[in-house]
């Protein structure tokens, strides 16, 4: 299969719709970021040279910059989301006929079982970024596009929540405390990030949009 960046939309939406396993909710977790950072990338791009928000150029090119990285991030992650349930698969496949091979799929399954948490886990931790880049350009940005940046969050909620989805049935069916409390502690660390910046940029959007 092409990757998700060479696919047409309809392609892609037609596999995540069949009765394939994969690509599932992570990928699409990681699309819908993506396309939250093109969205905050856009507005920046509609405020970049224009005279009336010159004294804010600058500030709007780093904001574009951190965003363009997470959208090449959260794309590449949508990919490896896919691939990495294969593996969870394939551990599931492994034999398990003598105790050592029981013993082998157990520790494969724990393994890739991990990847397929951490790897939603940073699509979360990009997402929030997001959130933290979109409070300046809320307040700052070319105010003809400001809903746009309100839609940028909005989906970046999308792959936050989603992606955290991921994290927690894959983390139910891991045996591995030490490395569930640590998953719980980022979350937790996240969603503190989400509590503060999430709102008051959508907040700010509604409010510009309003006068």
Do not use: C, W
Not at 126 to 137: H, I, K, N, T
């Amino acid at each position: 299969m092409h990757a998700f960046r060479e696919q047409t939309i309809g392609t892609f939406l037609d596999a995540l719709a069949s009765d394939a396993p994969a690509p599932g909710g992570g990928a699409a977790a990681g699309l819908a970021g993506a396309m939250g950072a093109a969205l905050i990338s856009m507005v920046t791009n509609l405020t970049i040279g224009r005279k009336k928000y010159a004294d804010v150029e600058e500030e709007m090119k780093a904001i574009r910059e951190q965003a363009e990285a997470i959208r090449v991030e959260l794309t590449a992650l949508a990919e490896l989301d896919a691939q990495v349930f294969e593996r969870v698969m394939e551990a599931y496949r492994l034999p398990r006929e003598t105790d050592e091979q029981k013993a082998a799929r157990k520790q494969a399954i724990r393994e890739a079982l991990k990847e397929a948490t951490e790897v939603p886990l940073r699509m979360a931790e990009q997402a929030a970024r997001l959130f933290e880049l979109a409070v300046p350009l809320a307040e700052k940005g070319n105010k003809n596009a400001i809903s746009d940046a309100g839609a940028g969050v909005q989906l970046a909620n999308a792959a936050f929540e989603t992606a955290l989805l991921n994290v927690a049935i894959n983390l139910s069916l891991l045996d591995d405390e030490a490395f569930a409390a640590q998953v719980r502690e980022r979350v937790e660390a996240l969603r503190a990030v989400q509590a503060e910046y999430k709102d008051k940029a959508v907040e700010t959007v509604y409010r510009r949009i309003l006068g």
